[in-house]
């Protein structure tokens, strides 16, 4: 670990987030949703692998449009990063619900990481992390896809008496849970690596729990970054909402990778 990789990834995931802002305003009246998408994708991931090739060289990266830097080698530095993160929300007008994903793993886990949340002006990152707010003491809110909710998230909200609340983007979602907005964010169904390696450092960080769903630990940087299926929730909330889900008819067979 490097003593200013905190730093790093929160100045790299807030200019990118300030890049995608400002794309999305120039060329809003302009372009399609796929094309603003496309492009801020292609913007934001260039600006991320330039800036880590300049800042750490010796690092790998494993970025969602590709791989730069040196080889991974199992369990050594690699930066895991998604430039945009909620390209469908962030082609639409005005939805917050997108991010930047910047984390540095090393030995299979985020040692460092930012997420910025561009429309919502914040970086909330390991180097100071945010303190979640006390419970709200309702019924438990539960974030899901907006587009791809698990069939079987009825199920576990009617056990915990929990509403569900849909939104885009897996780092605004395990963000709403840091900023004390829902209680867990819950999916299955499949992902990758780099839509959760930073939000779920940020979340460790500020001390809520994170774990696949059958309540294994969350394992990155494997030679497969297929990573289907997360749970990140308040303390409280982890065991029952994992004997949920493991009641729950069809839910993923244990350990599916
Ligand atoms: N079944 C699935 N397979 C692959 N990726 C998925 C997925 N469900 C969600 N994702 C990815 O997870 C991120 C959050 O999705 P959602 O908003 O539905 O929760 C999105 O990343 P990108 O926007 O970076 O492509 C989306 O592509």
């Given at each position: 670990m490097k003593a200013d990789d905190h730093e790093l990834a929160a100045r790299l995931a807030d200019e990118a987030g300030r890049c995608l802002l400002e794309l999305r305003a120039r060329h809003r009246s302009e372009v399609d949703g796929k094309v603003l998408g496309d492009e801020g994708d292609a913007a934001a991931h260039e600006l991320l692998l330039a800036a880590l090739a300049e800042q750490r060289p010796q690092d790998a990266v494993l970025s969602e449009h590709g791989t730069a830097g040196p080889e991974r080698s199992?369990?050594?530095r690699v930066w895991i990063v998604d430039p945009l993160d909620g390209t469908r929300e962030f082609s639409a007008p005005d939805r917050p619900d997108w991010a930047v994903h910047v984390a540095l793993a090393a030995e299979h886990q985020v040692r460092a990481a930012a997420v910025a949340l561009p429309a919502a002006?914040?970086?909330?990152g390991t180097g100071s992390p945010p303190r979640v707010p006390a419970a709200h003491g309702g019924p438990p809110r539960i974030a899901v896809s907006r587009s791809r909710p698990p069939e079987f998230v009825a199920a576990v909200a009617a056990a915990l008496g929990a509403e569900t609340v849909p939104m885009g983007s897996a780092g605004a979602k395990i963000s709403a849970v840091v900023r004390g907005e829902v209680d867990a964010y819950l999916h299955a169904g499949g992902q990758y690596e780099w839509d959760s390696a930073a939000p779920i450092g940020v979340a460790r960080a500020a001390g809520l729990h994170t774990s696949r769903l059958d309540g294994s630990p969350l394992v990155y940087d494997?030679?497969?970054?297929?990573?289907?299926?997360?749970?990140?929730?308040?303390?409280?909330l982890a065991e029952p909402l994992?004997?949920?889900?493991?009641?729950?008819?069809?839910?993923?067979?244990?350990?599916?990778?």
């Open positions: 199992g369990g050594g002006g914040l970086v909330l494997r030679p497969d970054p297929w990573l289907p299926d997360l749970l990140v929730c308040r303390p409280e994992l004997a949920a889900v493991a009641a729950a008819p069809g839910t993923p067979p244990e350990g599916s990778s």
